[in-house]
C-alpha cells in the first residue's frame, strides 16, 4: 500500500500537471496567455511553500477571496491561525461534501500553522532532507484524498508498512497490487526521473526557454519524436481512464 500511495503522488501531479499544461498551451494557440499552475511542487522546503507551488490558480482564489477577507496575518498570530485552517477546511470542502476531502485539507492547515509555531527555517545542507519529508507528508495526506471513506483510509494505513521488513518482497508484491509488470519497471523508472530532472531544472531555469535556443532542427526534431511517441502511448491506452481531477 506504501507503493500505491506513493503511484498515486505521483499520477495526480502527472495527471493535473499535464491537463493544465495542455489548457495553457491551447489557449498559448489563441493568443491567450494564462498562468502557471505548477512549479516544481515536490521539491518544496515546507508545506507553505509546497502551497506557493501547487495549484496556484486555486491557492491564489482561496487567498485572496477566502484568507484575507477573514483578515489574514493582519489581526493577530491567533487570528491567523484560525484564518489559516478555516481556509484550508474550506478548500477540502471544495473539492468534495466527503469527511476525507476535509481532513485532508485540515491535514495541510494545520502542517502550515506547526511550520509557523515552530519558527521552522531549512538550512541548505537539509535541503534534500527537507524535500523526502515534505514529500512523505503530501503523500501520507493524499492517502485521505483518496480514499472514499474515512475507515478506508484507516486500514491503507494501518496495513502501509505491512512485510516492509522484507524490502525486495515488498516492493515486487507492491508492484503487483498496483498492476505493475516487471517489464514495465524501466519505463516507470526513466519516466520519474525525467520529471525529476525537468522539475529540478525548473528550479533555477526556464526548460522552455532554455529549449528554444537549440538549433531548429534538434528542436523540431525533439518534436516529432514526442509526437510519435504520444500518439503512440495514446492507441496503447485508448481504454484508459479520463484526468483524475476531471471530477473535480
Known sequence: MLIAAIF??????????GYSDIAIGSARLLGIRLMTNFRSPYLSLSVHEFWRKW??????????????PLGGNRKGRLRKYINTLVTFLLSGLWHGANGTFVLWGGIHGCAQIAEDVLHLHVKKKWRFL?????????????IFFRADTLQEACHVIRFMFEGILAPVDYIRNGFAAV???RA?????????LLLLAFDWVSL??????????FPKIIRWGIYYLLGMVLIVYCFQNAGA???VYFQF
Not at 482564489?61 to 484568507?67: A, C, I, L, M, N
Not at 523526502?132 to 495526506?141: I, K, S, W, Y
Not at 514495465?184 to 520519474?192: E, L, N, P
Open 241 to 243: 481512464n479520463p484526468f
Open 179 to 181: 498492476g505493475i509488470r
Open 184 to 192: 514495465t519497471y524501466i519505463k516507470i523508472g526513466i519516466s520519474v
Open 8 to 17: 498515486f503522488s505521483i499520477q495526480i501531479y502527472c495527471d493535473f500537471s
Open 130 to 142: 527537507s524535500m523526502a519529508v515534505v514529500f512523505v507528508f503530501v503523500t501520507f495526506a493524499w
Open 204 to 213: 533555477y531555469k526556464d526548460p522552455l526557454k532554455e529549449f528554444a535556443r
Open 55 to 68: 495549484h496556484i490558480s486555486l491557492s491564489t482564489w482561496f487567498r485572496d477571496y477566502v484568507y484575507i
